[in-house]
């Protein structure tokens, strides 16, 4: 089945930390740009993270820029999303997406729409409060 499959959400603490993956299956991740995308109750849908395919640049979105760090790994066909210093305003729902076109990470996360990309997760929950 071609799909990608988010994992690794939950409760933490304020200042806690979460690590995200995303699993491919039906398509190989490699030459693909890969993004995280979240949305919070009552707010747009937001860019967090995305990395080209190519030369492995990455864009951060300001608010999460020195606590988040996007990685992928093609043998296992699984993209991650590393979360430290959480706060409560990061409680939201975290998607991955995958596509072949997007020439750069910044491209990709400043278009947060579900039917542009190649590949979409459903999302997983996360939820930061004491």
């Known amino acids: 089945q071609v799909q990608l499959v988010e994992s690794g959400g939950g409760l933490v603490q304020p200042g806690g930390s979460l690590r995200l993956s995303c699993a491919a299956s039906?398509?190989?991740?490699?030459?693909?740009?890969i993004g995280w995308f979240r949305q919070a109750p009552g707010k747009e849908r937001e860019g967090v993270s995305c990395?080209?395919?190519?030369?492995?640049?990455?864009y951060y979105a300001d608010s999460v820029k020195g606590r988040f760090t996007i990685s992928r790994d093609n043998a296992k066909n699984t993209m991650y999303l590393e979360m430290n210093s959480l706060k409560p305003e990061d409680t939201a729902v975290y998607s991955c997406?995958?596509?072949?076109?997007?020439?750069?990470?910044?491209?990709?996360?400043?278009?947060?729409?579900?039917?542009?990309?190649?590949?979409w997760g459903q999302g997983t929950q996360v939820t930061v409060s004491s």
């Open positions: 997406a995958a596509d072949s076109t997007f020439l750069t990470g910044k491209g990709m996360c400043a278009t947060p729409i579900v039917g542009l990309y190649d590949y």
């Open positions: 039906g398509f190989t991740l490699d030459n693909y740009a």
């Open positions: 990395a080209s395919s190519s030369d492995g640049s990455t």
